[in-house]
């Protein structure tokens, strides 16, 4: 009753205040139509309180709470469950395989093949190792339809040691080649002279060589490397090449630019040139400064830079300055399914003797020296992965060179002191050559055991004073397998196809002088294939098939090469 008395109180106290207010409001002179603003209006705020979680109760009685207690009535129950014990799941182990450092390879053919290779590594310590290999190819030949030796022989001897280091790791090596072909494509209407001429057809080389590379961790500088080689002839030619690199990150405004230094010096003889019997000389020396800047923002990579390049051509001592542009981009559409990629790039390519003579052995040594200016080469492109196990690449380009290299049969002299002048030899043509081109790769990895490519390119070529694009294919083409088929057999197939071709035959004795005319060369087929079988972990036998079609196809003006080969042999796996 008391807690009711008290509210009634408070409630009558609010209206008399209430009432004495609205009666002096008759009085009040502030008028209603002007409001005079003395002071501003300045809120405050006041402090907030914090409600209290647990309300004070003002009744008289309060109840207390009354302690709970829980009882648990457990009593046992007779059980005859009995769990089965578990047994591990059987997991088939595949045996390890065994590596070895070391291999022989031995085998002998068709035509006289042999066939030798030995491959050495060996661990000196946890971070050194020394390693080389020998390895011998030949062939006496004996090619149908051919009047002139047609053998071929192919050593090499190789010796390298590497070290890695906490910091850096560095490696050298050295070697020696000799290589021996024969210039036999005499034209068929001079073999008769060539034979009565009783040419020396023989044309050797040899090489030998010397570098290495250093890689450095956590510094600007990141790698660097050197290399010299020596190549000549028996034919009195001569070359000396030296090629220095290094890769450098410069700071720059809190970034860094990634710059390639080179330098490229040549310097070469031959004994005479084609026309005349008098020796000549070549050389040129390139540096090259190539700075890039990578930039990338989510699924966007673009390196930004240039090629600035210094020719110095030490016979003429002539000298000039390039400049290329060296831009590429990637941008992945949809992961790795779809990346687009493309770029615009250039360079001061350096033409040698050893260049030449590795892509065609039958030149001759007469050749003339001069680097290639790529002014540009832009392509644009597609590549992924259309599963786990198939990726693809397609691209189209566009590339302008200035002095592009072209080999051409040399013209017919009938010079008794030069065998290479019967239609069997190969020069090579300066001339600014625009290409066209679009590929297509597919590559599939369709079990662990089972791998397979296919790659296809087709080119389109222009050119300014040479008539036509002398021994550029128009397509190219090539599929290639690699079956594991079971622990023991494994076999694989190579196929190439390349398109026509075009060359030049030229008849200029000094008696009969023909215009020359040109010559096209059909595509051909050439398919290539093995079959092995594993006895153990350290012995292999093969046998291999190669130019399965029999297609005496001429890959060089003149030139047929042998039919239908076969190869058997075997392989040895070993550790010191």
């Given at each position: 009753m008391r807690k009711h008395v008290k509210h009634i109180l408070s409630v009558i106290t609010i209206l008399s205040v209430t009432l004495v207010f609205s009666q002096k409001r008759d009085k009040d002179t502030i008028n209603t139509g002007v409001i005079d603003v003395v002071k501003p209006y300045t809120p405050s705020i006041s402090d907030a309180f914090k409600v209290k979680e647990i309300p004070s109760l003002d009744d008289e009685t309060t109840e207390n709470k009354k302690d709970v207690k829980y009882n648990i009535f457990s009593f046992p129950v007779a059980s005859t469950f009995t769990p089965a014990k578990g047994k591990a799941a059987v997991v088939e182990k595949r045996k390890p395989i065994k590596l070895y450092d070391n291999y022989a390879t031995i085998g002998v053919g068709t035509y006289t093949t042999i066939l030798g290779e030995v491959y050495l590594n060996h661990a000196i310590s946890r971070n050194e190792s020394v390693g080389g290999y020998v390895s011998h190819n030949s062939s006496q030949g004996g090619i149908d339809g051919v009047s002139f030796d047609d053998n071929y022989s192919i050593s090499k001897i190789n010796l390298n040691y590497a070290t890695r280091l906490r910091d850096l790791s560095w490696n050298v090596e050295a070697?020696?080649?000799?290589?021996?072909?024969?210039?036999?494509?005499?034209?068929?209407?001079?073999?008769?002279?060539?034979?009565?001429?009783?040419?020396?057809?023989?044309?050797?080389?040899?090489?030998?060589?010397?570098?290495?590379?250093?890689?450095?961790?956590?510094?600007?500088?990141?790698?660097?490397?050197?290399?010299?080689?020596?190549?000549g002839d028996n034919q009195g030619s001569g070359e000396n090449r030296f090629l220095v690199s290094t890769q450098i990150d410069i700071p720059v405004d809190r970034e860094e630019i990634s710059t390639t230094f080179k330098f490229d010096y040549l310097k070469g003889t031959f004994d005479r040139s084609y026309e005349f019997n008098q020796e000549f000389n070549y050389g040129n020396f390139i540096v090259c400064a190539a700075p890039t800047y990578e930039m990338k923002q989510d699924d966007l990579t673009v390196n930004v830079g240039i090629t600035a390049a210094y020719l110095r051509d030490s016979e003429s001592k002539e000298s000039k300055f390039y400049i290329y542009p060296n831009v590429t981009a990637t941008y992945r559409l949809v992961n790795d399914v779809l990346i687009a990629y493309g770029g615009i790039e250039g360079g001061l390519i350096q033409n040698s003797y050893f260049d030449f003579?590795?892509?065609?052995?039958?030149?001759?040594?007469?050749?003339?020296?001069?680097?290639?200016?790529?002014?540009?080469?832009?392509?644009?492109?597609?590549k992924g992965k259309l599963s786990s196990n198939m990726s693809y690449n397609i691209n189209g380009l566009y590339k302008a060179d200035r002095n592009k290299a072209l080999f051409k049969n040399n013209d017919i002299t009938l010079m008794t002191d030069q065998a290479y002048s019967y239609g069997n030899s190969f020069g090579i043509e300066y001339d600014n050559v625009d290409t066209f081109g679009v590929a297509g790769e597919i590559n599939v990895d369709v079990n662990r055991n089972f791998k397979l490519g296919i790659k296809?390119?087709?080119?389109?070529?222009?050119?300014?004073?040479?008539?036509?694009?002398?021994?550029?294919?128009?397509?190219?083409?090539?599929?290639?397998?690699?079956?594991?088929?079971?622990?023991?057999?494994?076999?694989?197939?190579?196929?190439?196809?390349?398109?026509?071709?075009?060359?030049?035959?030229?008849?200029?004795?000094?008696?009969?002088?023909?215009?020359?005319f040109t010559v096209v060369l059909d595509s051909y087929f050439d398919a290539n294939a093995h079959l092995g079988y594993h006895i153990n972990d350290q012995i292999s036998v093969f046998a291999k098939a190669n130019n399965i079609a029999n297609n005496a196809y001429q890959r060089w003006q003149n030139f047929p090469v042998q039919s239908i080969q076969f190869l058997a042999g075997a392989t040895f796996k070993f550790d010191f």
């Open positions: 070697g020696f080649n000799h290589l021996m072909y024969n210039w036999y494509g005499v034209a068929p209407s001079f073999i008769n002279t060539a034979i009565s001429d009783a040419i020396n057809e023989e044309h050797s080389f040899y090489d030998a060589h010397f570098g290495g590379d250093i890689s450095f961790e956590n510094t600007y500088i990141n790698s660097g490397s050197f290399f010299f080689r020596r190549f003579a590795s892509e065609n052995p039958f030149v001759s040594p007469t050749l003339f020296m001069m680097p290639t200016d790529q002014q540009y080469n832009a392509y644009i492109g597609l296809a390119e087709y080119f389109s070529y222009s050119t300014d004073d040479e008539a036509e694009a002398w021994n550029l294919p128009d397509f190219k083409g090539s599929l290639f397998m690699d079956y594991q088929i079971d622990e023991h057999w494994f076999t694989g197939a190579n196929l190439f196809y390349i398109g026509e071709r075009k060359d030049q035959y030229f008849l200029n004795d000094g008696i009969t002088v023909a215009s020359p």
